[in-house]
């Protein structure tokens, strides 16, 4: 079974604004990944984030994990239209390299 | 640099009919994986494997047989297609013990079971 969910499923916003997407997951991690999937295509890795660290930055792109709510977030700034695409939270499982992946949270950033 | 690559992009087949997607990789990974992406059910693990003449089961591997006989090259076969195996599946590998922990994925193979 799927250890995470994303929510929103589907967030619009424009141009500008700030985009937040949230994962939850059930069990003990040692790391939580990010992914971004544009329509039609492969993911493309965006961040790991470790159990020991709380937030991590790449550009505009800021991602925080609380063990003791068990939960991360993605946070997009200023956004742009080229940023429309679906992100994927994803965990490795029970410790080993097999990774799990959410469902997804669809952006849409409108010009 | 090509990546992961995957073949064919689209194929369309019969109820009962078999067939292998393709995947390869230039990176020398160790680890390969086949995930199959359906509406609304995110991506799910077929199966994986760690390294040349490895292979285990993911989250949903009925109907679908893998080897890996060398590094680079890592088949997926179904046996005898059902109307729901109709998917997108992606190959995705990455190196073992990576800091960054990146699964590169190919771009995917579209297919249709009638």
């Known amino acids: 079974s799927q250890q995470g969910e994303e929510d929103p499923q589907a967030l619009s916003i424009q141009e500008g604004e700030n985009a937040t997407m949230n994962c939850s997951y059930k069990t003990s991690i040692n790391n939580l990944q990010w992914y971004r999937q544009n329509s039609g295509r492969g993911l493309v890795h965006l961040i790991l984030?470790?159990?020991?660290?709380r937030e991590k930055h790449s550009g505009r792109l800021r991602v925080t994990l609380d063990t003791s709510k068990k939960s991360s977030s993605l946070l997009i700034t200023a956004s742009r239209a080229a940023d429309t695409a679906s992100y994927f939270c994803a965990k490795p499982q029970g410790g080993s390299e097999k990774l799990v992946f959410g469902k997804g949270t669809k952006l849409t950033v409108n010009p | 640099n090509a990546g992961v690559t995957q073949t064919p992009k689209f194929q369309v087949l019969k109820t009962g009919q078999s067939m292998t997607l393709q995947c390869a990789q230039d990176?020398?990974?160790?680890?390969m994986s086949w995930y199959r992406q359906d509406p609304g059910m995110g991506l799910r693990l077929i199966h994986y494997s760690v390294g040349a003449g490895i292979t285990d089961q993911g989250e949903v591997p009925n109907g679908y047989n893998v080897s890996r006989s060398t590094t680079e090259d890592f088949p997926l076969r179904l046996l005898s297609a059902a109307p729901s195996q109709t998917s997108v599946y992606f190959c995705?590998?990455?190196?073992?013990?990576?800091?960054?922990?990146?699964?590169?994925f190919g771009e995917g193979s579209r297919l249709t079971v009638l």
């Open positions: 984030i470790r159990s020991n660290e």
């Open positions: 990176m020398n990974h160790e680890y």
């Open positions: 995705a590998s990455s190196y073992r013990g990576s800091y960054t922990g990146e699964l590169f």
